[in-house]
């Protein structure tokens, strides 16, 4: 997700909205701001992306709902920091790890 700071007048708001990637290039590019934090690298040429859907839920607001989309990413991956890569691996990257999203499942190269 990305988050938009202001209101429809243009006015910055305290807490943004949080709205979907829905491209390509914006949903590597996210992936590439993460892996540099959690110490890998991957070649985005060579990379899928597939989607994998939406999932709603209801805030404590009345009538009012949040969205997750999902996506997933194919491809593979080189550990540049062994100590950070750890840590995402068990912790995840994504900003909705509570419902099981940003979370890395991770086979070995064949």
Known sequence: TKKIRSDATGVRTKN?????LTTREDLLAWL???????????DAATTWTVPRGR???????????????????????????????RTAAATGIGSAKAFGFGLLVLAPHA
């Open 32 to 42: 590439e701001r993460k892996a540099a934090a959690a110490g890998f690298t991957f």
């Open 55 to 85: 999932a709603y839920f209801h805030k404590d607001e009345p009538r009012a709902q949040g969205l997750h989309a999902a996506v997933e990413f194919r491809g593979q991956l080189r550990v540049t920091d062994p100590a950070a890569f």
């Open 16 to 20: 943004g909205r949080r709205i979907p």
